[in-house]
Structures are given as structure tokens and as C-alpha cells.
């Protein structure tokens, strides 16, 4: 196993991306078309691939001044607990530099605390209308 890490979009098969996300029961709906136009419009992105298979991702939004969020990390459950998502995490960090940078996490705080993220109370959410807006 030789994993390296790409910080571009070039070559990136979608559609294996979903198969590899639904396969890990890590899926959240986007159609491999929504999967690379998130990407595509995502100030950093990173993916870890071992060969040609894509075992982890990490993508970040960002004003290029001050306000960072990062979103979509995610590292196969057959990878996991091998550093990959936090090289993942690391290289959008990098390109993050100055900004206040934010996240949500439903279950991973332990992890993102061991990054230097700190827990905050404040914070709210609304979904537009429909998710995704799926036909």
C-alpha cells in the first residue's frame, strides 16, 4: 500500500468517488456530476489515493482573506486510524493560513481537538428549500 495525496482535480474519477462514499456508508446524496462541481468550486482540496483508488478526501471554503470552513473530509474505514485524514486535514490548513477556520463534526471532536480546533457553543444551521435539489 503506497498512498500519495493529490491537491488537484485533474484526473479525478467521480464516479468512483460515489461508489467508494456509498460503499463506506459515507454518502450524503450528491450525484458524482454535484460531487466534482463542489469540488471544483472549493478554495483547497486534497485527496488520498492508494493507486488509482481515492480512499480520502478534504476540501475547504474559503473568502482568501479571513473565514475558512472546511467540509467533506472523509478517509475510508479501511485506511482509517493511519494519519491520512490528518494529512488530509493538514495540507487544507496550509492553505488556510491568517484565516479563522471552522467545521462541523457530529462524532470526530476528539480528533479535530488534536489538531488545535477548539470546541465552540455558538453556531447555527438552515437548509435552503430542498437538500441538493434532486430531481
Known amino acids: 500500500m503506497t498512498i ?19 460503499g463506506d456508508d459515507f454518502d450524503n446524496g450528491r450525484t458524482p456530476e454535484q460531487y466534482q462541481r463542489s469540488f471544483a468550486a472549493s478554495y483547497s482540496v486534497c485527496f488520498a489515493l492508494d493507486g ?43 492553505d488556510l493560513q491568517g484565516q479563522h477556520v471552522c467545521l462541523f463534526t457530529d462524532d470526530m471532536q476528539t480528533f479535530y481537538l488534536q ?16 437538500w441538493l435539489q434532486n430531481a
Open 52 to 94: 488509482q483508488r481515492i480512499i480520502g478526501k478534504a476540501r475547504a471554503l474559503s473568502d482568501g482573506v479571513c473565514n475558512g470552513y472546511i467540509v467533506d473530509v472523509w478517509t475510508h474505514s479501511d485506511y482509517r486510524r493511519q494519519g491520512i485524514a490528518s494529512h488530509l486535514v493538514k495540507q487544507i490548513l496550509a
Open 115 to 130: 489538531l488545535g480546533f477548539a470546541e465552540e457553543t455558538t453556531g447555527m444551521s438552515q437548509v435552503i428549500g430542498q
Open 4 to 22: 500519495h495525496y493529490k491537491r488537484d482535480l485533474d484526473g479525478i474519477d467521480w464516479a468512483q468517488l460515489k461508489a467508494e462514499l456509498a
